[in-house]
């Protein structure tokens, strides 16, 4: 059977992260996720094995840089009839309800649409100087203010086959008949940013930094979409900020999320 709801991503050097952010989106309705890697050097194939031995993975090498719109193109091209939605998100990003629904229940709402543009809430290194243990869902809890212009960056669930080609970004794509994306409140959303942020319905939570060390370690490396490098005016200036407010709602999936992942109730659980 065809699934309602799968996720696309390509990856590099995710190993240790792999499990929990596939265990979390199978408790929010995805059914499928297409894996591409993008030369990694860790052990992230012996945690994907069990999952693609299943199906639930279909897993594919993706060689060159920078790969990601190239990737994305070609997931589009390959995948179009093999699910009803697709999500276009990284390995740092965790797609959701907070009206707790699995996100294949909201998207009913939308099917008369191309494509849903959820809105980013960004997460800093709630002061973690190098990887803590444990899950990146209870370890980095400090964010951007939802007002903030950043918030209003979007990342693209579509129908694939109503969809004609990725856009300039990983963040949007084009569709056929001209037709357009649209946001959690139904309006026009044709490029990578929102009119203004709405987290009501859907939300995605981007572990952008996770720890101090990861940070500085991706702010060196180029852009995976163009290749460019990243900026570096102001960089403490925005960590600073993207740790300027707790936040805790993803929370209501811990108790479920660490049972599928074998692990014993914590104490952050019943916060």
């Known amino acids: 059977m065809t699934p309602y709801l799968s996720i696309a991503a390509i990856y590099r050097n995710e190993g240790p992260y792999l499990r929990e952010w596939i265990e979390f989106h199978k408790l929010v309705g995805v059914e499928r996720f297409f894996l ?54 990284d390995v740092d990003e965790f797609l959701f309800s907070p009206t707790w629904q699995p996100v294949s229940e909201v998207l009913r709402d939308y099917e008369q649409h191309p494509g849903v543009a959820v809105n980013c809430v960004v997460f800093g290194t709630s002061g973690h100087e190098t990887p803590p243990p ?95 490098q990243k900026p570096q005016e102001g960089v403490e200036e925005r960590d600073r900020r993207l740790n300027e407010e707790p936040d805790h709602l993803i929370w209501h999936y811990l108790p479920a999320l660490r049972e599928a992942l074998g692990l014993e109730p914590a104490a952050a659980d019943s916060r």
Not at 48 to 62: C, S
Not at 173 to 194: C, N, Q
């Open 36 to 89: 591409y890697n993008n030369e990694s050097t860790d052990d992230h194939l012996e945690v994907l094995a069990p999952y693609i031995d299943e199906g639930l993975v279909v897993w594919e090498d993706f060689p060159g840089f920078p790969p990601q719109l190239t990737c994305y193109q070609h997931c589009v091209e390959t995948h179009r009839h093999d699910a009803r939605w697709m999500a276009f998100i």
């Open 134 to 228: 444990g899950l990146v869902l209870e370890n980095y809890t400090r964010r951007l203010g939802l007002e903030r212009p950043r918030t209003r960056a979007v990342k693209a669930i579509v129908h694939p086959a109503r969809t004609e080609r990725v856009g300039r970004s990983a963040h949007y794509f084009i569709y056929h008949d001209r037709a357009k994306a649209v946001d959690e409140l139904h309006r026009r959303t044709p490029g990578h940013m929102s009119e203004s942020a709405s987290v009501e319905r859907l939300r995605i939570n981007h572990y952008f930094t996770r720890s101090q060390e990861e940070r500085l370690r991706k702010l060196a490396a180029p852009r995976v979409d163009n290749g460019e």
